[in-house]
């Protein structure tokens, strides 16, 4: 069982690239999510999603878009690079936030803008 | 602001020598606080839910308790292998709250354990 599945592992942009971080899940989850990790600060939420077709803003949203399409999937999409974005990505997916159920994280995604 | 605050934000033990991870939360009406442990390059793993104070949790070596205002992790003869980042969170409403809650995570303390 694959899990929560990242790529790229490593990415290095130049400002103003554009680039998508791929998100896929194999636990049927309903609910996944974008969080950054910047070094010393705790995990902030990008944006998460309650199902197919639905999307919503977290706590850091700018400069970043999503989509749903599947179950499965998640992909994050970073517009017009900056060095702000750099940071490590991490997708997580649950069954259901209501029932306080634990999020199930990817390994990450490590990216610089220079 | 700040609704989860860890302290410290690293500790050095030695190979046996106990201590705790502190873990202070602002959020009102807890529905649940989270443990999880980091390894160097990899996304965090679920360790704990506590739901309320007085509650405790094991897990090996490792125990979790909550109090009104506060959790502690505790880590009794703690191994090299126990050395990680150990974050702390809190569920908190979604800006839309319809879609349910987030989990609002502090800093970590980042657990070093040398033989």
């Known amino acids: 069982n694959a899990g929560v599945t990242q790529t790229p592992k490593f990415r290095i942009l130049k400002i103003g690239q554009s680039m998508t971080l791929q998100c896929t899940q194999d636990?049927?989850?309903?609910?996944m999510y974008w969080y950054r990790q910047d070094p010393g600060m705790g995990l902030k939420l990008i944006y998460y999603?309650?199902?197919?077709?639905?999307?919503d803003k977290g706590e850091v949203p700018n400069g970043y878009n999503v989509s749903r399409s599947t179950t499965e999937d998640f992909p994050l999409r970073l517009e017009l690079a900056a060095p702000s974005q750099t940071s490590v990505y991490f997708c997580?997916?649950?069954?259901?936030?209501?029932?306080?159920?634990?999020?199930?994280f990817g390994s990450g995604t490590q990216l610089s803008v220079l | 602001e700040d609704q989860v605050t860890q302290s410290p934000e690293a500790l050095r033990l030695q190979e046996g020598e106990s201590s705790s991870l502190n873990c202070s939360y602002t959020?009102?009406?807890?529905?649940?606080l989270f443990w999880y442990r980091q390894d160097p390059g990899k996304g965090p793993e679920f360790l704990f839910t506590?739901?309320?104070a007085g509650e405790e949790k094991e897990k090996e070596r490792l125990k979790a308790t909550l109090t009104k205002k506060e959790s502690f992790l505790h880590i009794t003869a703690p191994k090299p292998e126990d050395s990680a980042t150990y974050l702390c969170?809190?569920?908190?409403?979604?800006?839309?709250?319809?879609?349910?809650?987030?989990?609002?995570f502090g800093k970590g303390t980042s657990l070093l354990v040398t033989p």
């Open positions: 959020v009102s009406g807890l529905r649940g």
């Open positions: 506590l739901y309320s």
């Open positions: 999603s309650v199902g197919a077709g639905i999307t």
């Open positions: 636990m049927n989850h309903n609910y």
């Open positions: 969170a809190v569920q908190a409403p979604y800006l839309n709250s319809n879609s349910g809650y987030a989990l609002n």
């Open positions: 997580a997916s649950s069954y259901s936030p209501f029932t306080n159920e634990k999020l199930f």
